[in-house]
C-alpha cells in the first residue's frame, strides 16, 4: 500500500475489504457539523445534513453540491423506509419525519408519553415497516444544533415505531447518549451506539448490540465493542454483517464477533456514514465540515 493509504489493517481479515489502491475523496468541504447521509440510487443523490447551519445538502455525482432543505429544522440522522422515501430526525423540531413525494412532510413522532422527545437523533427502517430511532439530549444541549431545553423525558431512550398504529415504544433505557443504530442483515440483532463520553470521558464509548424479538422488542443487550479513538456515532453493516462505525480518527470496521478488523483514516472526526452508489461499494463519510467518500470490496447491507 502506498504510504498515504487511508487503509490500517488491525486483523487480516480485513484486506478482503477494500482494494488498496482506492483513495479517499474529500467531495465537499464547508458544513459546520456534516451528519446524516443518505443515499438515493433512483434519483442518482447524496443528501446530507449540515445541522448547525440548518440546511440539508445534496451531491451528484458529476460534483455538483446544493441545497436540498433550508432551514431544515436542524436535521440530523436520516434513512429511507422500504418505500424509498426519506425519514429524517429533526433537533430543532424535536421529531421524527418523512417526506413524501410531493415534498410534504408527515411528523411520525414527537412525544412519549404525553412529553416532548428530547432531540431524536439517528434512524433505521426495519424491513417490516417499523422506524427505530435513537433520542439523545445532544440538540437540546445548546442553541448551537437545536434550541436550548430541559429534557422532559427522564431517560434517552431507543424507541420502535409500529408501522400499522403508529404508536413508539421506549425499548431500552439505560444509555447514557444512544445515537446511531443499525440491524445486523438478518435484522436478528440491532446494533446501537452509546456516545455518553462526548462530554464525559468516564462515560461509554462503546457500541452495545441486542437480540431483536419478533421485530418488537430488545433483549440480552452486551457490549459489542469499544471505540478507541472519539465516541461511536452513525455506523452500517455490510451484507457480511461487519459494523462499520464512525469515530475520532477514521471509520472503524469491527467483524460480527466485535474484533476492531481495521480503520478508514479520515483527517477529520467522523460523525456518520452510508454505503452508496449503484453497487453499494461507495462509502460516504461525513465529517466534520467535509463530505468524503471512498470505494470499499464490502456492500451495504439494509437498502430499500
Ligand atoms: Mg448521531
Redesign the pocket.
Known amino acids: 500500500m502506498p504510504a498515504s493509504s487511508p487503509f490500517e489493517v488491525h486483523d487480516n481479515r480485513f484486506k478482503a475489504l477494500f482494494n488498496s489502491s482506492a483513495a479517499l475523496e474529500e467531495l465537499y468541504s464547508g458544513c459546520r457539523w456534516a ?1 446524516g447521509p443518505v443515499w438515493f440510487d433512483d434519483a442518482r443523490h447524496l443528501l446530507w445534513s449540515d445541522i448547525p447551519n440548518q440546511r440539508m445538502l445534496r451531491w451528484t455525482p458529476d460534483g455538483n453540491v446544493s441545497v436540498f432543505r433550508e432551514p431544515s429544522n436542524f436535521t ?2 436520516h434513512t429511507r423506509d422500504r418505500q424509498g422515501r426519506l425519514v429524517s430526525c429533526e433537533h430543532g423540531t424535536r421529531r421524527v419525519t418523512r417526506t413524501e413525494p410531493d415534498g410534504s412532510i408527515t411528523v411520525l413522532a414527537d412525544r412519549f408519553q404525553g412529553k416532548h422527545l428530547n432531540s431524536p ?2 434512524v433505521v427502517v426495519r424491513s417490516d415497516g417499523s422506524i427505530w430511532f435513537t433520542d439523545p439530549t445532544y440538540g437540546i444541549l445548546s442553541d448551537y444544533e437545536g434550541y436550548k431545553a430541559e429534557p422532559e423525558q427522564s431517560s434517552r431512550n431507543v424507541y420502535r415505531l409500529d408501522p400499522v398504529t403508529g404508536e413508539i415504544t421506549a425499548l431500552v433505557s439505560d444509555f447514557l447518549q444512544p ?2 443504530l443499525a440491524f445486523s442483515p438478518d435484522e436478528n440483532l440491532l446494533y446501537v451506539a452509546d ?1 455518553g463520553a462526548s462530554h464525559d470521558d468516564t462515560a461509554p464509548r462503546h457500541i452495545r448490540v441486542f437480540d431483536v424479538n419478533d421485530g418488537r422488542t430488545l433483549s440480552n443487550g452486551r457490549v459489542f465493542c469499544h471505540i478507541d479513538n472519539g465516541v461511536p ?2 455506523m452500517r453493516v455490510d451484507t457480511s454483517g461487519n459494523v462499520w462505525s464512525s469515530a475520532a480518527d477514521g471509520v472503524h470496521c469491527f467483524a460480527p464477533d466485535g474484533t476492531l478488523l481495521g480503520k478508514i483514516l479520515v483527517p477529520q472526526t467522523v ?2 456514514l452510508t454505503f452508496g452508489g449503484p453497487r453499494r461499494n461507495r462509502l460516504f463519510i461525513t465529517a466534520t465540515r467535509s463530505l468524503y467518500s471512498i470505494y470499499v470490496t464490502a456492500t451495504g447491507a439494509q437498502m430499500p
Do not use: I, K, Q
Open positions: 451528519e440530523n440522522g437523533n439517528d445515537n446511531g456516545s456515532d452513525g460523525a456518520n
